[in-house]
């Protein structure tokens, strides 16, 4: 695989997620008001990783170049994590203004909106993936059970109480938040995409050793971007974290010691698939994550 | 049936609930603040009636003396309904200080945990369903997809975006958010009864019409008790409706047409399930509630 086949694969899967998302909450009742408020911040962007690894997963699970099946599965996921960020951002939670550089969803359409429609978006993740046209009553359950396991109280949910309540400060703290908030989900992510598709154990172990990886080095990436990023492309005001008092992987490891961590979690990444026959995206991707500047 | 079969059906069906619900989330970490959040509220009393109500049509569907089997489905309604209940105390939403008799979530725990608490019950209640140990794969998708659709943006949560952002007046207005905000719901119950057992179509139709008819006569005697009931009994403060300047069923029938239209609701509720072999508990359920003071 060149890079070039990389940006396509990923274009097409993008343009799919995209067009699917734009498709949902569009139907015209008199409290559409809700769905304006689900679908602004549905839509607002972001680099839909998530659904990405969902996707792939799925195509090397057995789905091929019928991976698309799987996108109401995939998609649902970037509805839960939408609804996180909505919930996250309100005034009793971090109390941002901003998200991807736009007004965080409580400024425009009210706290009581805000809460409402992250509440909403969660059944809306669960209703898309068991009314998926194209998997049957045995992947629909497992898929709906993988993002009930890492979305509550073992995974998202847990991390969010540990990161807003409990004030982390060492690396294996930070570690720790990091696992449950958001490796929960980019684990959930991978291993969806061998649920859609029924793949063998095999790639479930694969996919939860590339999962650990990636996602331990995107939290890190995401801490030092804080600190090194460009507010426009990063989307958030940079230096947040240490304004609001956060412990950060950079206070921890420093500069240096995020990026050689880094290096290291998406060397294990390429080795956790490589026996993966089609593993090429996947290396691609965890090398463009660890670079990333958005 | 007797009254005191009926009874003791009740109670049968209460106890099996009650010790369900309490082995739940009691796992010992270092973020159990959020599983007491959660049980804080969980486990606070209340009437289980959409629990009962799966468990009647599970046993009616099918399952007959193994009705136990829909325990997880059953709890499950009653995990959103929890939820529900935390988010709606919220200081953003209807900002009470009482519910059930004792102070909120969110006054015990604080804003942010009731937020997380209610979060991660929705998740919960489709792993519980996704994992329900004697339900097959199918029946499994079928129970979690009944929840799934009867509490986000087309039913319960489009009810609480009416009840707290529009201001409904007339009883058309008021029924639509009922049917919405707590019809979904007890509607949910009974058909989960069904999806559990895998029951034919016509339990499935006669749980839809005798939700419709109780779930009905269920807010309309809610309201009436805001205004004739007794704190104690009632579990909330009387008046509060009127205080929140909340128009009601009794504001646009009165208390004389509250009664009768509840009477005519019960006895449509009866008829949707007299051609059931085995209704009686439905009919004693449905005259209970007709009459309740709590």
Redesign the interface.
């Known amino acids: 695989m060149e890079q070039a086949e990389f940006n396509l694969r990923r274009r097409e899967y993008r343009d799919a997620v995209e067009t699917f998302l734009s498709g949902l909450?569009t139907e015209k009742?008199?409290?559409s008001?809700?769905?304006d408020s689900?679908r602004y911040s549905l839509l607002a962007g972001g680099k839909r990783l998530r659904p990405m690894l969902a996707l792939e997963f799925a195509r090397l699970g057995g789905l091929g170049e019928n991976w698309a099946d799987a996108l109401p599965a995939a998609c649902a996921l970037e509805l839960v994590h939408t609804?996180s960020l909505i919930?996250d951002d309100?005034p009793?939670?971090d109390d941002d203004d901003l998200r991807r550089g736009k007004p965080t969803n409580h400024k425009v359409y009210?706290?009581?909106?805000a809460?409402?429609a992250?509440?909403?978006l969660?059944?809306?993740a669960?209703?898309l993936i068991?009314?998926a046209p194209k998997l049957d009553?045995?992947r629909?359950?497992?898929c709906?059970?993988v993002?009930?396991?890492a979305?509550?109280?073992h995974g998202m949910?847990?991390g969010?109480?540990?990161d807003?309540?409990?004030n982390p400060q060492t690396a294996q703290e930070l570690t720790e938040v990091h696992n449950l908030k958001t490796g929960a989900m980019i684990r959930a992510a991978c291993l969806m995409g061998c649920a859609a598709s029924g793949s063998g154990k095999k790639l479930w172990e694969a996919a939860e050793n590339y999962a650990g990886q990636i996602g331990l080095a995107f939290q890190i990436r995401d801490d030092m971007l804080d600190v090194i990023g460009n507010e426009e492309t990063f989307g958030k005001p940079i230096g947040s974290d240490q304004e609001e008092g956060k412990s950060t992987f950079v206070d921890v490891l420093g500069l240096e010691g995020c990026a050689n961590t880094i290096s290291v979690c998406t060397s294990r990444a390429r080795s956790a698939v490589e026996q993966v026959p089609g593993h090429e995206f996947l290396w691609y991707l965890a090398d463009q994550l660890a670079q990333r500047d958005y």
């Not at 009210?110 to 909106?113: A, H, I």
């Open positions: 909450f009742t008199h409290y008001d809700l769905y689900m609804y919930h309100l009793c939670m009210g706290e009581t909106m809460v409402l992250g509440d909403a969660q059944p809306a669960f209703e068991l009314t009553a045995a629909r359950a497992d709906a059970l993002l009930a396991q979305s509550g109280q949910v847990a969010q109480v540990l807003t309540l409990h």
